[in-house]
């Protein structure tokens, strides 16, 4: 018999599930192992995407230089095309990344095997290097989308690193230095089979969201979404379709929930599948940094508000780091909030503004 869940009961299971109860991950690394992977996004409206995450299941706990140091320095975790993923994951994201790689991008590698050649001799011989460093001998240069104009160097060494060929292995100030595969991995790297790698990477990927659709929805960026055939199918009360409910998961619920407070990143993956955010928690969101300014509705970068299991808001807020402040324009209310979600909304932007040490304005 398929189990029948409350809305609630899928939304509490879909907050446990990504750190963000009460209970807080003691580390960085752990926190990245439950959450399968962190997107890279650099826009410092508050803080990069990435230490928005960490910070939003570490609280204060956390800082940037703990990032920097598990990535260059303890190795623990592992920059990969945009992601940052466990080191201890990376056989099974190498095994499966070059098989998502578009096929004309592929044969635009192969028309340059000379430069590829080329560049994997000078990261031999003095890597690691910022793309930068090294000169541009294509033989057929990248096709230009607009933003890609003379950045043959830089599409070559990123397609290099989905391939496998080519490592992140820190970075010199925001920009990425590359070297040889065997100077950053593991020396004892044993690739699965692309079957046992999807079915590894199936299971982690529904475990970190609790509760998912079945099957899978490619994203652009190379991200799989989806439950896959993992876990428990079930249905949800009021919602259309079948579900997979991580199993783990499911059986926690009888061990209650602790509710907290917290604003995520326009990229938290508890908002990213923006389907799922609807169905599950009714929150509409949509990511308006690329729209003129006249046609938000909540702002540039406007941070989605978690309270106990439900999405309640959008905070639109900036950091003046100049200043030192932090810039609040307005706390959105997706309905009429009760004194204490107020309360707690409240409490977090003042937590908010002493881990990024700036004060708080209303202009």
């Not at 703990?66 to 099974?92: G, H, N």
């Not at 000169?135 to 496998?164: K, Y």
């Amino acid at each position: 018999m398929t189990t029948t869940l409350t809305r609630e009961q899928a939304r509490r299971i879909a907050v446990r599930a990504q750190l963000l109860d009460a209970h807080r991950p003691s580390s960085l690394v752990q926190t990245v192992d439950q959450l399968t992977l962190m997107q890279i996004d650099p826009t410092k409206a508050i803080a990069p995407s990435a230490d928005l995450v960490a910070w939003s299941r570490l609280g204060d706990a956390y800082d940037h230089s703990d990032l920097t140091f598990a990535l260059e320095q303890e190795r623990s975790l592992v920059e990969f095309s945009s992601f940052i993923f466990p080191m201890d994951e990376i056989e099974t994201v190498l095994a499966l990344s070059p098989g998502r790689i578009h096929h004309s991008a592929v044969d635009w590698v192969k028309a340059n095997n000379r430069f590829r050649t080329q560049i994997l001799d000078r990261l031999r011989a003095d890597g690691p290097l910022v793309a930068g460093e090294i000169e541009d001998t294509s033989e057929v240069p990248w096709a230009s989308s607009g933003w890609t104009n003379d950045r043959s160097v830089l599409r070559m060494i990123e397609l290099l690193n989905r391939m496998g060929d080519v490592a992140i292995a820190g970075r010199r100030g925001k920009l990425r230095t590359w070297d040889l595969p065997e100077r950053v991995y593991p020396a004892d790297l044993r690739l699965p089979s692309i079957e046992e790698a999807s079915t590894v990477e199936t299971d982690r990927r529904l475990a970190s969201l609790g509760i998912a659709r079945p099957g899978r929805k490619d994203t652009s960026g190379g991200e799989v979404l989806g439950g896959g055939s993992a876990g428990v199918a079930c249905t949800v009360a009021g919602v259309d379709g079948e579900w997979r409910v991580d199993a783990e998961a499911l059986a926690a619920l009888e061990d209650g929930f602790a509710p907290r407070t917290a604003f995520l990143s326009p990229f938290d993956r508890l908002v990213y599948d923006r389907d799922r955010a609807l169905d599950l928690f009714g929150f509409e969101y949509v990511l308006e940094m690329y729209k003129p300014a006249a046609k938000r509705r909540w702002g540039y970068f406007a941070l989605p508000i978690l309270h106990g299991e439900r999405l309640v808001g959008k905070l639109d807020a900036k950091v003046d780091h100049k200043k030192g402040l932090l810039n609040v324009f307005a706390v959105h209310e997706d309905f009429g909030w009760t004194a204490e979600i107020g309360d707690a909304v409240e409490a977090e932007i003042d937590a908010l503004a002493g881990w990024l040490g700036v004060e708080i304005t209303h202009p």
